[in-house]
């Protein structure tokens, strides 16, 4: 799936489904341990009261949060953004609804640490408006891999059981996007370690997946 540099709010899909696939990628890498760390100390992708989140403690780093109504808002940013660099200086909050968490991205931009802000609602996303001669805001870079379903399914795919008869990574997946993914069918086609090769913590799995919304047990926009 091509993603424009700089992203375009129609490169991103639904964010509920956004949220589905990022959610369960984090899930498969929960811990009891890492739980409660605070996120400055965290590294991959997890889920806490903040929302979603994703650091490889270098290059880039994401966080999408809701904000009830089917409303989110996604921010970050990845090295390849040009954004922070541009003079004169862009707005990222430019045009933004009144509901975003201003008071936690200005923050983050008087750090000089926010490459882009996507924001949704009414099923549609948007950005502030940037210069025509601006070269990316790092959404490729960053998000691409949540964005495109096929790199998501490969990375369920990788982590099945193929010595189980269960569920096909592409059923699992379109149940956790459609928020109704039972935890005993994830659990049952799972191998016996997380992509770090680590052993897979199931309990902390479930509660990801709980604490996401993905079974059903919550609604999507009241998680968090």
């Given at each position: 799936?091509?993603?424009?540099?700089?992203?375009?709010?129609?490169?991103?899909?639904?964010?509920?489904?956004?949220?589905?696939?990022?959610?369960?990628?984090?899930?498969?890498?929960?811990?009891?341990?890492?739980?409660?760390?605070?996120?400055?100390?965290?590294?991959?992708?997890?889920?806490?009261?903040?929302g979603l989140h994703w650091d490889d403690c270098g290059c880039t780093w994401w966080v999408m949060s809701q904000a009830g109504d089917g409303r989110f808002v996604l921010y970050g940013e990845d090295e390849a953004?040009?954004?922070?660099?541009?003079?004169?200086?862009?707005?990222?909050?430019?045009?933004?609804?009144?509901w975003l968490p201003y008071e936690e991205l200005r923050d983050r931009l008087g750090g000089r640490e926010i490459g882009c802000v996507y924001w949704y609602e009414n099923g549609a996303w948007a950005r502030a408006?940037?210069?025509?001669?601006?070269?990316?805001?790092?959404?490729?870079?960053?998000?691409?891999?949540?964005?495109?379903?096929?790199?998501?399914?490969?990375?369920?795919?990788?982590?099945?059981?193929?010595?189980?008869?269960?569920?096909?990574?592409?059923?699992?997946?379109?149940?956790?996007?459609?928020?109704?993914?039972?935890?005993?069918?994830?659990?049952?086609?799972?191998?016996?370690?997380?992509?770090?090769?680590?052993?897979?913590?199931?309990?902390?799995?479930?509660?990801?997946?709980?604490?996401?919304?993905?079974?059903?047990?919550?609604?999507?926009?009241?998680?968090?």
């Amino acid at each position: 799936m091509t993603v424009h540099r700089p992203g375009l709010p129609e490169d991103l899909p639904l964010a509920e489904e956004l949220w589905a696939r990022w959610a369960l990628l984090a899930a498969l890498e929960a811990t009891t341990e890492y739980e409660e760390r605070p996120p400055r100390h965290r590294t991959g992708r997890w889920i806490d009261d903040e929302g979603l989140h994703w650091d490889d403690c270098g290059c880039t780093w994401w966080v999408m949060s809701q904000a009830g109504d089917g409303r989110f808002v996604l921010y970050g940013e990845d090295e390849a953004s040009d954004v922070k660099w541009y003079e004169p200086a862009i707005d990222v909050l430019a045009g933004g609804p009144d509901w975003l968490p201003y008071e936690e991205l200005r923050d983050r931009l008087g750090g000089r640490e926010i490459g882009c802000v996507y924001w949704y609602e009414n099923g549609a996303w948007a950005r502030a408006p940037y210069p025509d001669d601006l070269d990316d805001d790092g959404l490729d870079c960053g998000m691409s891999y949540f964005i495109d379903r096929s790199e998501v399914l490969g990375e369920l795919t990788d982590h099945l059981d193929d010595t189980v008869d269960g569920p096909s990574a592409d059923s699992l997946l379109a149940d956790a996007e459609a928020y109704r993914l039972e935890p005993h069918r994830l659990l049952e086609a799972l191998g016996q370690t997380n992509r770090f090769d680590d052993p897979l913590d199931r309990s902390a799995l479930v509660r990801a997946l709980a604490r996401a919304g993905l079974t059903g047990e919550l609604a999507a926009t009241d998680t968090l």
